[in-house]
C-alpha cells in the first residue's frame, strides 16, 4: 500500500511541475532598439518581427493589446508619410521643370505629414510601453515561480522522496 501510495504522489507532483512550466510566459526578455528606418525588436539576440513579435507576447494581456495598437499606428504612420511626401513633391517636381506649380497640393501634403508624425511618437510610445510591461511580467514571473525539486533519498535508514523548493 506504502509503495503504491509513493507511486502515486511521484506522479502527481511530476504532473504538477509539468502544468506549472507550461502556464509561464516565455523567460527571454524582448529588447527594442530605434534605427534609421523604424524600429527592431530583438529577443535572445535574434530580430524578430512585428508579427513574431505579436505572437510572442500573447502570455501578457495588456502588452500585447499595447502592441497591436503601436503595430497598427505604425503602418498608418507610413502609410500617411509617404502620401504626405508624395503631395509636398509633386509641387516641387513642377517647379522644377519650369510649369506652375500647385502649392495646394504641398499644403495637404503638410498637413497630412504631420498627422503621421503624430501617429509615429504614438505608435513608439506605445510600442515601448508594451515592451517595458512584457519583460516587467516576464521578470516578475521568473523571479517569483514556484520551482521545487524533487528527490529520491537513501540512507541507512531505507528509502524516502524528498521535496526542496
Same mark, same amino acid.
Given at each position: 500500500?506504502?509503495?503504491?501510495?509513493?507511486?502515486?504522489?511521484?506522479?502527481?507532483?511530476?504532473?504538477?511541475?509539468?502544468?506549472?512550466?507550461?502556464?509561464?510566459?516565455?523567460?527571454?526578455?524582448?529588447?527594442?532598439?530605434?534605427?534609421?528606418?523604424?524600429?527592431?525588436?530583438?529577443?535572445d539576440g535574434e530580430r524578430i518581427t512585428w508579427k513574431q513579435l505579436v505572437s510572442a507576447t500573447e502570455s501578457v494581456n495588456e502588452?500585447?493589446?499595447?502592441?497591436?495598437?503601436?503595430?497598427?499606428?505604425?503602418?498608418?504612420?507610413?502609410? =500617411? $508619410?509617404?502620401? %504626405? +511626401? &508624395?503631395?509636398?513633391?509633386?509641387?516641387l517636381g513642377q517647379q522644377s521643370a519650369?510649369?506652375?506649380?500647385?502649392?495646394? =497640393? $504641398?499644403?495637404? %501634403? +503638410? &498637413?497630412?505629414?504631420?498627422?503621421?508624425?503624430?501617429?509615429s511618437f504614438r505608435a513608439f510610445n506605445n510600442a515601448n510601453k508594451g515592451v517595458d510591461s512584457y519583460n516587467l511580467a516576464v521578470?516578475?514571473?521568473a523571479d517569483n515561480r514556484f520551482q521545487p525539486e524533487f528527490q529520491i533519498v537513501a540512507n541507512g535508514n531505507g528509502l524516502g522522496f524528498a521535496m526542496k523548493f
Amino acid at each position: 500500500m506504502k509503495k503504491l501510495l509513493f507511486i502515486a504522489l511521484c506522479m502527481f507532483f511530476s504532473q504538477y511541475s509539468v502544468q506549472a512550466q507550461d502556464s509561464i510566459p516565455s523567460s527571454k526578455e524582448i529588447e527594442m532598439k530605434i534605427k534609421l528606418l523604424g524600429y527592431r525588436f530583438y529577443q535572445d539576440g535574434e530580430r524578430i518581427t512585428w508579427k513574431q513579435l505579436v505572437s510572442a507576447t500573447e502570455s501578457v494581456n495588456e502588452a500585447n493589446k499595447l502592441l497591436k495598437r503601436a503595430k497598427s499606428q505604425n503602418l498608418l504612420s507610413n502609410i =500617411l $508619410a509617404f502620401s %504626405g +511626401g &508624395a503631395l509636398i513633391g509633386i509641387p516641387l517636381g513642377q517647379q522644377s521643370a519650369d510649369r506652375e506649380p500647385t502649392w495646394e =497640393l $504641398a499644403y495637404i %501634403g +503638410g &498637413a497630412i505629414a504631420a498627422v503621421s508624425i503624430h501617429l509615429s511618437f504614438r505608435a513608439f510610445n506605445n510600442a515601448n510601453k508594451g515592451v517595458d510591461s512584457y519583460n516587467l511580467a516576464v521578470k516578475s514571473t521568473a523571479d517569483n515561480r514556484f520551482q521545487p525539486e524533487f528527490q529520491i533519498v537513501a540512507n541507512g535508514n531505507g528509502l524516502g522522496f524528498a521535496m526542496k523548493f
